[in-house]
């Protein structure tokens, strides 16, 4: 084995605001827990990698937690939002360490949820109020990766419109894959009812997991006060939590410097290789439903690993909301009676926000060291099911050496035009009900195909209206468009 091979020797999990005072304090407790997996503390950190803390602003995170460590020499990398970001990062550190430019590296991050709940705002959005900025004065981080959230998730159109939270966009594409799947509204609920649950199921043995309970079908389908639509179809145990205390770290070197400091090697976990892929704007997508770039992507990586990730015996699925989860396993191929999980989702495992993929990855490592011949698969996802990072690992070094993250693939296309002002009449192609926290409707936002192919985004306020949509599935239904807003036509469409 070349000694330059990368290889995960620690992880770290962290449950709990265990005295924490801001989100680094996690960071740091998470990676101490990271230098006690691996069994010494002697590891040449060369390079802190932090991905984004959403709770509280900080200038270099990275440097904080570096200094904290005794790391204080390390170069730092700050990376922006997406829950994909994890994997891409350590993509990046594995490569380093392949080419003999790294030796060691710590990637690692964590939120302290419960500031939101005592400085968050009145919106229904569920916006944070984040905390200040505790290190204005510190130099900026040495590299930093990513685009700006606003560039790659939200449509200009679609944050003109309101219509730019992951609360309404994965609701409303939940429903355009129902229809796809000839399922009713309540069959497709109840198919998603119980795939939460098997999730639930997989967080109540996850010892780092917030939520532990375990839910039944019914109880995650089933709205009342204490579980009320939040943009319908989706209940609130449907949808992520970010109210968690959590942080979670890995440590990667080479093999060289893991059989130098005496490592042992049923600790060790290759990634094997990686693929990344970006699909447009919402708006833009052919079909709701679909992930094409991803299903490009997951191709690409079974020809770079030699096998079907259906055949992977343990798969992880990043699971901020149930539609995720099955974009990623219907690009993917994956096998349809597979519990899509080794973690247990956001909702129930917690959602720490960028960060959920680094605990994912962790419980990957914990799983492939007490399977080493199993294959692994991780797909972590950002954005509306915007971007994605898939990554094999296994407790046997791939043949060929870990293979450098190409480019990221793109929707091979064609894409679907956008009709920023329509006109005239369109069918309801997928669509959600927001609710208030009183779980009273207050209005519908559909998405719409034109008589010409091209999409428009609706947004329907006629109480009478969102009444209507809530008593039958409305996908099909006619829509028109006018000068004073949009309104349902009725059941039968237009001609």
């Known amino acids: 084995m070349d000694d330059r091979t990368p290889v995960i020797v620690g992880v770290g999990q962290?449950?709990?605001?265990?005295?924490?005072?801001?989100?680094?304090?996690?960071?740091?407790?998470?990676?101490?827990?990271?230098?006690?997996?691996c069994g010494t503390h002697a590891l040449p950190v060369e390079l802190v990698a932090l991905t984004k803390i959403g709770t509280q602003r900080y200038r270099n995170a990275p440097r904080r937690v570096a200094q904290r460590i005794g790391r204080a020499e390390a170069r730092t990398l700050q990376v922006q939002h997406g829950g994909h970001t994890t994997q891409v990062i350590l993509c990046q550190l594995a490569e380093e360490i392949a080419?003999?430019?790294?030796?060691?590296?710590?990637?690692?991050?964590?939120?302290?949820?419960?500031?939101?709940?005592?400085?968050?705002?009145?919106?229904?959005?569920g916006t944070p109020v984040v905390g200040g900025e505790p290190d204005a004065d510190a130099p900026w981080p040495d590299l930093a990766l990513g685009d700006d959230l606003v560039q790659?998730?939200?449509h200009p159109h679609e944050v003109a419109l309101g219509i730019a939270e992951p609360i309404q966009m994965y609701p409303l594409m939940e429903t355009a894959l129902g229809?796809?799947?000839?399922?009713?509204?309540?069959?497709?609920?109840?198919?998603?009812?119980?795939?939460?649950?098997?999730?639930?199921?997989?967080?109540?043995?996850?010892?780092?997991?917030?939520?532990?309970?375990?839910?039944?079908?019914?109880?995650?389908?089933?709205?009342?006060?204490?579980?009320?639509?939040?943009?319908?179809?989706?209940?609130?145990?449907?949808?992520?939590?970010?109210?968690?205390?959590?942080?979670?770290?890995?440590?990667?070197?080479?093999?060289?410097?893991?059989?130098?400091?005496?490592?042992a090697p049923e600790r060790w976990v290759f990634p094997w290789a990686g693929v990344s892929a970006h699909e447009p704007f919402v708006s833009e997508r052919w079909h709701l439903h679909e992930s094409r770039a991803l299903a490009v992507a997951g191709r690409a990586l079974e020809e770079r690993i030699g096998r079907r990730l259906a055949d992977?015996?343990?798969?992880?699925?990043?699971?901020?909301?149930?539609?995720?989860?099955?974009?990623?396993?219907?690009?993917?191929?994956?096998?349809?009676d597979a519990v899509p999980t080794l973690t247990g989702g956001m909702r129930f495992a917690g959602g720490p926000w960028n960060n959920y993929g680094t605990h994912m990855v962790a419980n990957v490592v914990t799983h492939v060291r007490a399977r080493p011949e199993a294959l692994a698969i991780a797909s972590t996802n950002g954005g509306f099911a915007s971007r994605f990072c898939v990554v094999a690992y296994g407790g046997r070094?791939?043949?060929?050496?870990?293979?450098?993250?190409?480019?990221?693939?793109?929707?091979?296309?064609?894409?679907?035009?956008?009709?920023?002002?329509?006109?005239?009449?369109?069918?309801i192609e997928g669509y959600t009900i927001p609710h208030d926290?009183?779980?009273?409707?207050?209005?519908?936002?559909?998405?719409?195909?034109?008589?010409?192919?091209?999409r428009a985004w609706a947004r329907i306020e006629s109480t009478i209206d969102v009444e209507a949509m809530l008593a039958a599935d409305p996908i099909g239904w006619g829509v028109e468009f006018g000068a004073e807003g949009a309104r349902l036509v009725g059941p039968g469409g237009v001609d």
């Open 14 to 37: 962290v449950q709990g605001a265990e005295g924490a005072a801001e989100p680094v304090d996690l960071v740091v407790a998470a990676a101490l827990r990271a230098f006690e997996d």
């Open 437 to 454: 926290r009183r779980r009273a409707p207050s209005h519908a936002i559909a998405a719409c195909r034109l008589a010409d192919g091209a």
């Open 312 to 336: 992977a015996e343990l798969v992880d699925l990043y699971a901020c909301f149930p539609f995720a989860v099955q974009a990623q396993a219907r690009a993917l191929a994956l096998a349809s």
């Open 99 to 125: 080419a003999g430019r790294l030796r060691g590296a710590l990637l690692a991050g964590g939120e302290l949820g419960s500031l939101l709940r005592s400085g968050r705002s009145d919106s229904d959005t």
């Open 179 to 263: 229809a796809a799947l000839g399922r009713s509204r309540e069959e497709h609920v109840a198919s998603i009812s119980r795939l939460w649950s098997r999730m639930s199921e997989v967080a109540a043995r996850n010892p780092y997991a917030a939520d532990r309970r375990g839910y039944s079908p019914d109880e995650i389908a089933r709205s009342d006060p204490s579980n009320r639509h939040v943009g319908f179809p989706y209940t609130k145990l449907m949808n992520s939590n970010q109210f968690v205390d959590q942080g979670a770290a890995i440590l990667l070197c080479s093999v060289g410097v893991a059989r130098a400091l005496g490592i």
């Open 397 to 427: 070094p791939n043949p060929d050496g870990f293979r450098p993250l190409p480019a990221p693939f793109a929707d091979p296309g064609p894409r679907r035009p956008l009709v920023a002002a329509p006109s005239g009449h369109g069918r």
């Open 152 to 154: 790659w998730v939200g």
